[in-house]
T-cell receptor, first 116, second 120 residues
Framework: KAGVTQTPRYLIKTRGQQVTLSCSPI?????VSWYQQTPGQGLQFLFE???????NKGNFPGRFSGRQFSNSRSEMNVSTLELGDSALYLC???????????????FGAGTRLSVL | DQQVKQNSPSLSVQEGRISILNCDYT??????FLWYKKYPAEGPTFLIS?????DKNEDGRFTVFLNKSAKHLSLHIVPSQPGDSAVYFC???????????????????FGQGTILTVHP
């Protein structure tokens, strides 16, 4: 069974631009969560999608948004990029998003975003 | 407010010995805990988990212990192997809050990670 796939793996943008990252979950998984990893803040939860609906959101500004398609693939978008948005963005999928029990989150390799 | 803490940034162990990684949490609503391992340029890989109704869970060389009164969990790796060298993250979630209509969907709260180095 294929794992979680994130594209692209690396991205370089300049301040003020916007970026879209893509995540394809494990087949059959309907929940997709996004995390930001930085050296200073560690792994922080951005949001979670299930059946094309955002069910949970972390403490990030509105410049961070996402969506999920009917095939459970998800995208996240960051508008008006700032230097501090440079990070590794990780996507995780699980069966139904309970983040526990049998619904373990499985992570992709991430997209490394550099904002210059 | 860091709700999950791994106070040891790094740990160095000899091959064949035991590795003990520690994690503390402050939020008493957490009821499910997980350990992930992360190699450079890869995403975190799930290792083992434990529910708050248990105090121990084993899977091969990995054992997780949970002390709810102390809000502390630990991961034991026995015997340690050089291939275990990686960053280890503990993570917590709130399933009961979800079942009670909370907003815990899809959210794991992570510690800062501990770099484990196993020397041959």
């Amino acid at each position: 069974k294929a794992g979680v796939t994130q594209t692209p793996r690396y991205l370089i943008k300049t301040r003020g631009q916007q970026v879209t990252l893509s995540c394809s979950p494990i087949s059959g998984h309907r929940s997709v969560s996004w995390y930001q990893q930085t050296p200073g803040q560690g792994l922080q939860f951005l949001f979670e999608y299930f059946s094309e609906t955002q069910r949970n959101k972390g403490n990030f500004p509105g410049r961070f948004s996402g969506r999920q398609f009917s095939n459970s693939r998800s995208e996240m978008n960051v508008s008006t990029l700032e230097l501090g948005d440079s990070a590794l963005y990780l996507c995780a999928s699980s069966l139904v998003g309970l983040a526990g029990g049998k619904n373990i989150q499985y992570f992709g390799a991430g997209t490394r975003l550099s904002v210059l | 407010d860091q709700q999950v803490k791994q106070n040891s940034p790094s740990l160095s162990v000899q091959e064949g010995r035991i590795s003990i990684l520690n994690c503390d949490y402050t939020n008493s609503m957490f009821d499910y805990f997980l350990w992930y391992k992360k190699y450079p340029a890869e995403g975190p890989t799930f290792l083992i988990s434990i529910s708050s109704i248990k105090d121990k869970n084993e899977d091969g060389r990995f054992t997780v212990f949970l002390n709810k009164s102390a809000k502390h969990l630990s991961l034991h790796i026995v015997p340690s192997q050089p291939g275990d060298s990686a960053v280890y993250f503990c993570a917590a979630s709130n399933l009961l809050g979800l079942n009670a209509g909370g907003t815990s969907y899809g959210k794991l709260t992570f510690g800062q990670g501990t770099i484990l180095t196993v020397h041959p």
